[in-house]
């Protein structure tokens, strides 16, 4: 992780480097067996520097705690993309695509048991699909051999809770088969 994040540097492969205040890198346990995939930082991570800092890390940070039993430093936290997009606005294709292979390499490095896509954009990204977030929550899926359960975003859940159920369910599988595959728990 530290030759990736060196590697990285100061990047400027896309423009989202223009406007950022820094790199978002990921942030968590090297070694964890649980991975989380968000979509890009907001204001708060920006400034930070740290994925999921702001209100949507706070809901995330609940539902690792309450449904999963993990405390937010015994998995590994990133992004699709590492620098802030202007406003909150949705990273474009071309800007995953210039942060993917460092994405991917820190998903090797970490080699966890599990990953969880939080969102439509996380989840395409990883899976390579165009399908939305509806329709894949809660299924299983698979990037490299390693198993990724797609799920809402914690935003979105900030918005509509309602549909806070289905997050449930969707992080009780995880819990199962993180258990199942011998999952750390410290
Ligand atoms: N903060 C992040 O780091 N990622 C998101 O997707 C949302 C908020």
Redesign the pocket.
């Given at each position: 992780l530290l030759e990736i994040r060196q590697e990285l540097g100061e990047c400027r492969l896309c423009g989202l480097s223009a406007k950022r205040k820094q790199v978002?890198f990921g942030v968590g346990d090297p070694n964890a067996d649980l991975l989380i995939v968000?979509?890009?930082?907001?204001a708060?991570?920006d400034l930070q520097g740290?994925?999921?800092?702001?209100?949507?890390?706070e809901m995330?940070n609940k539902m690792l705690q309450n449904v999963i039993g993990l405390k937010r430093e015994e998995v590994y936290?990133?992004?699709?993309v590492k620098c802030r997009p202007e406003n909150?606005r949705k990273p474009r294709p071309d800007e995953i695509a210039s942060c993917s292979s460092f994405i991917e390499r820190q998903i090797r490095a970490v080699s966890p048991k599990v990953v969880i896509a939080?969102?439509t954009?996380?989840t395409q990204a990883l899976l390579g699909t165009s399908q939305g977030i509806t329709a894949l929550r809660g299924q299983w899926s698979d990037w490299e051999d390693i198993l990724v359960m797609p799920t809402f975003?914690?935003?979105y859940l900030l918005r509509s809770p309602q549909d806070k159920r289905l997050v449930f369910e969707d992080l009780k599988a995880v819990r199962k088969r993180y258990d199942a595959l011998g999952g750390k728990r410290t």
């Amino acid at each position: 992780l530290l030759e990736i994040r060196q590697e990285l540097g100061e990047c400027r492969l896309c423009g989202l480097s223009a406007k950022r205040k820094q790199v978002v890198f990921g942030v968590g346990d090297p070694n964890a067996d649980l991975l989380i995939v968000g979509e890009g930082p907001g204001a708060q991570e920006d400034l930070q520097g740290l994925p999921f800092v702001g209100a949507s890390g706070e809901m995330l940070n609940k539902m690792l705690q309450n449904v999963i039993g993990l405390k937010r430093e015994e998995v590994y936290i990133l992004n699709v993309v590492k620098c802030r997009p202007e406003n909150n606005r949705k990273p474009r294709p071309d800007e995953i695509a210039s942060c993917s292979s460092f994405i991917e390499r820190q998903i090797r490095a970490v080699s966890p048991k599990v990953v969880i896509a939080l969102g439509t954009i996380a989840t395409q990204a990883l899976l390579g699909t165009s399908q939305g977030i509806t329709a894949l929550r809660g299924q299983w899926s698979d990037w490299e051999d390693i198993l990724v359960m797609p799920t809402f975003h914690p935003a979105y859940l900030l918005r509509s809770p309602q549909d806070k159920r289905l997050v449930f369910e969707d992080l009780k599988a995880v819990r199962k088969r993180y258990d199942a595959l011998g999952g750390k728990r410290t």
